[in-house]
Nanobody
Framework: QVQLVESGGGLVQPGGSLRLSCAASGSIFSINVMGWYRQAPGKERELVAGITSGGSTNYADSVKGRFTISRDNARNTVTLQMNSLKPEDTAVYYC????????????????WGQGTQVTVSS
């Protein structure tokens, strides 16, 4: 069993910053990609940022230059530093990981955290 536990959400004023963290635990042999998605009310879930085990990153155009994703492979954690937050960043943010549970796993599996609310409002 694999668990992804997020922390760091909350209420912040426009222009402020928040830092989201996610820790993966359980039966994990290797993690390929870790990332953050978000879903605002009435909208589809969308990719915010992703990072590979080698450190390659990608970002949604709407957050480039404001958000930074980082990862600690030894601790199986991923962090999203969010700066210059805007009201349109308000959403539930979900941690995501694509991983192999054991060395015998032929396939990779995708896991999700429970989500953490980020609200940007004055």
């Amino acid at each position: 069993q694999v668990q992804l536990v997020e922390s760091g959400g909350g209420l912040v004023q426009p222009g402020g910053s928040l830092r989201l963290s996610c820790a993966a635990s359980g039966s994990i042999f290797s993690i390929n990609v870790m990332g953050w998605y978000r879903q605002a009310p009435g909208k589809e879930r969308e990719l915010v940022a992703g990072i590979t085990s080698g450190g390659s990153t990608n970002y949604a155009d709407s957050v480039k230059g404001r958000f930074t994703i980082s990862r600690d492979n030894a601790r199986n954690t991923v962090t999203l530093q969010m700066n210059s937050l805007k009201p349109e960043d308000t959403a539930v943010y979900y941690c995501n990981a694509v991983l192999r549970p054991t060395w015998q796993s032929e396939y990779e599996y995708e896991f999700w955290g429970q989500g953490t609310q980020v609200t940007v409002s004055s």
